[in-house]
């Protein structure tokens, strides 16, 4: 058995304005080295304690996610990887993932990340637009020809992409020139995230939106538009790869596989079960035993999780694939749903070969939080 590996990273520079991820902002940056020390100690010390019980298997993908865990030097990265290696098999070819902010972007770091074994690094651009960038709130700074070329001029990994798109003030011409110069640069992977107000951020203070989602429905359409004519695959809600470049990673949690979660705030599904971690960082970082809570969940639930994230990919869900991976048939109250919303226009359903799949059409794709909730309903 292939299982996913997260390792997060809690702490970024300042935090963005839109976002209401678990992170923690190093101010002042005189604790950053202390910090950041004692948690990558206890993050290697939960790799030791948790790790050997997965002898089963081998880990095909790592992610360090945030936060900004580019913040980390690569020796640090070097010594998580070593101590996942010491631990548990690493698939020859595994996919390694770094989320990497512009401040980050330098030759000797890009390449001391490269050196530690990561093989795909994921640059926060957002925008590249100074004005779309304050009116987000975005704590990172703009990133400029100068940052982009540094990093997609380095070295033989694969290097994706994570924009905003949808920003209130960014009109039609503007995304399409944003996208035209980043597609440019051919990066292997695009997240093109649709911005989202959160309750309780600094952004939903200061930002009107209405009539938000009909500005955002067209930008949608547009970077569709537009990627796909510059050769990318659409093949998630908000992803976007040239051929065969998908993350293998993300695919995980949309397909339903196994993946181990390391530190605090992280997740994790395997042996039919979810797990999270909810101890507090503090707490986390002077403990020598990893707390988890046991995510329970009814036939019904893992059957709603299912559709919930299977329904994202642009190829939808194989009601075969779904009955051989739960032991399970879909319900005919949520089949009668996912044809009500074919006749709003909203999903496919395609027979063939004695095969059934649903997916959802573009205008589902902007709807989809919709889509999902009234077809899960019945099994929450």
């Not at 926060?124 to 070329?149: F, M, W, Y």
């Not at 507090?280 to 990893?290: Q, V």
């Not at 044809?339 to 496919?348: D, H, I, Q, T, Y």
Request: net charge negative; hydrophobic share 35%; with cysteine.
């Amino acid at each position: 058995m292939n299982y996913g590996l997260y390792l997060h990273f809690p702490f970024c520079r300042k935090k963005c304005d839109y976002c209401d991820f678990f992170s923690i902002p190093l101010e002042p940056e005189s604790s950053t080295v202390d910090l950041t020390g004692a948690y990558l100690k206890r993050l290697v010390s939960e790799i030791h304690e948790r790790l050997p019980g997965f002898s089963d298997g081998s880990i095909d993908t790592i992610y360090f996610g945030g936060g900004t865990p580019s913040i980390m030097e690569p020796e640090d990265a070097s010594a998580v990887i070593e101590a996942i290696k010491s631990t548990i098999d690493i698939h020859p070819g595994s996919e390694i993932t770094l989320e990497i902010n512009p401040e980050d972007v330098r030759r000797e770091k890009l390449e001391g990340f490269s050196d530690a074994g990561i093989n795909r690094m994921v640059l926060g651009v957002q925008s590249i637009n100074d004005r779309h960038h304050k009116t987000i709130g975005r704590a990172s700074r703009v990133c400029s020809p100068q940052v982009l070329e540094e990093f997609f001029g380095y070295g033989d990994i694969s290097r994706c992409i994570d924009v905003i798109i949808g920003i209130p003030g960014q009109d039609e011409r503007e995304l399409s020139d944003e996208l035209e110069i980043l597609t440019g640069f051919r990066p292997d992977h695009i997240s093109a995230y649709m911005l989202t107000v959160e309750d309780g951020t600094p952004l939903s203070v200061r930002l009107d939106t209405a009539g938000l989602d009909s500005f955002q429905r067209e930008a949608f359409k547009t970077a569709i538009s537009l990627l796909k004519k510059q050769g990318y695959s659409h093949y998630e809600i908000s992803n976007f790869c040239l051929d065969g470049k998908f993350s293998r990673h993300n695919m995980k949690y949309w397909k339903h596989r196994p993946y181990i979660g390391i530190g605090p705030s992280s997740h994790s599904f395997y042996g039919g079960r979810r797990y999270r971690n909810d101890m507090p960082l503090e707490f986390y970082i002077n403990s020598d035993k990893t707390e988890l809570e046991v995510d329970e969940r009814t036939s019904g639930q893992e059957m709603a999780e299912y559709i919930m994230m299977s329904i994202r990919l642009v190829g939808g869900i194989s009601l075969n694939e779904m009955e051989d991976c739960l032991g399970d048939v879909m319900p005919g109250q949520c089949f009668e749903r996912f044809v009500a919303m074919k006749e709003r226009g909203l999903v496919e359903i395609i027979n063939k070969d004695g095969a059934c799949r649903i997916r959802l059409t573009e205008e589902g794709l902007f709807l989809a939080d919709t889509v999902i909730y009234d077809t899960v309903e019945p099994l929450l």
